[in-house]
C-alpha cells in the first residue's frame, strides 16, 4: 500500500567506492502529518523502509542533517574517515569546565566551575562525541556534557582508544 502522506523531499544519495556502487534514497516527511508528530519535527523513510529511533520516530532538523552526514561520512574513502579521539574517563574524577556567556574580546566562556564525573562510563552520542555524567554546583546539580568539554586537573590530552 502505497503512502498517502506528503512528502517534503527526498535526499539521493549514490556512491561509487572501490566496493562497488551504492545508491540510497531518503524521503523525509514533517512530523506534523502524524497525531503525535511536533511541528518542526521530521520523519524519515530510507529505501522504503521507516527509519525509527528507539524512543521516538521523529528527529529535529538537525538530527536530520547528523543522519544524512553519518551516512555521508561511513561510505568516504577510509583515508577521510577519523573516529573521535576518546579519553578515559573514571566515576568520581575530578574536573572542571566553562560555562556562561563568551567574552567577545577575548573568544573564550568567563565563568569556570568545579565538576566531579558521576557516571560509571561514557556513552557515544549521534554526533559521534563522547559523554559522560557529571556534577556541578554551580550548574544546578548533574547533567550529560560532552568530554571535550570538560578540562581535567591531570592536564593529559585525550586519547584514541
Known amino acids: 500500500m502505497a503512502e498517502k502522506r506528503q512528502k517534503i523531499g527526498a535526499i539521493c544519495l549514490k556512491f561509487e567506492a572501490s566496493c562497488g556502487a551504492k545508491s540510497m534514497k531518503i524521503d523525509v516527511f514533517p512530523a506534523s502529518e502524524w497525531e503525535d508528530g511536533l511541528r518542526g519535527y521530521f520523519r524519515l523513510r530510507r529505501d522504503g523502509s521507516w527509519d525509527d529511533l528507539k524512543r521516538s520516530p521523529y528527529r529535529s532538523a538537525k538530527a536530520v542533517a ?3 552526514a553519518a551516512f555521508v561520512r561511513e561510505h568516504l574513502d577510509g583515508s577521510t574517515r577519523k573516529r573521535p579521539a576518546r579519553r578515559e574517563v573514571h566515576c568520581l574524577e575530578p574536573c572542571w569546565l ?4 563568551d567574552d567577545p574580546a577575548l573568544g573564550l566562556q568567563l565563568k ?10 561514557t556513552v557515544i552520542g549521534e554526533d559521534g562525541r563522547q559523554y559522560v555524567v557529571i556534577s556541578a554546583q554551580e550548574l544546578g546539580g548533574i547533567r550529560l556534557m560532552p568530554v571535550d568539554e570538560l578540562r581535567f586537573y591531570d592536564r593529559k590530552e585525550r586519547s584514541d582508544g
Open 98 to 101: 566553562d560555562y556562561g556567556p
Open 66 to 68: 547528523q543522519y544524512i
Open 112 to 121: 569556570s566551575c568545579d565538576a566531579r564525573i558521576v557516571s560509571e562510563d
